[in-house]
């Protein structure tokens, strides 16, 4: 993956490699149930509620930026401390 070169292109770019880590957790969550090894199914399954917050921070601020402009974002994602 290489850097994005706008705002967008970098969420995007986040946005996709916290998918590509659910689709990589479900898989091993997939196998852990087969060869019974719970305690890391049980691990890999809170990483995955991680992550899906992780996509939702993405999304919403992707969303954002349609709704009201890449300008606007910025102003406000820097008065409030780029939270």
Known sequence: MTAGRTVPDLLRGGLALERDGVAILREAIAHCAKVGDYTTRHKLEDMITDT??????????LRTIEQTGLEHFLIEHLKHGGA
């Not at 899906?52 to 601020?61: A, M, N, P, S, V």
């Open 52 to 61: 899906e917050e992780h996509i939702d921070w993405f999304e919403t601020r």
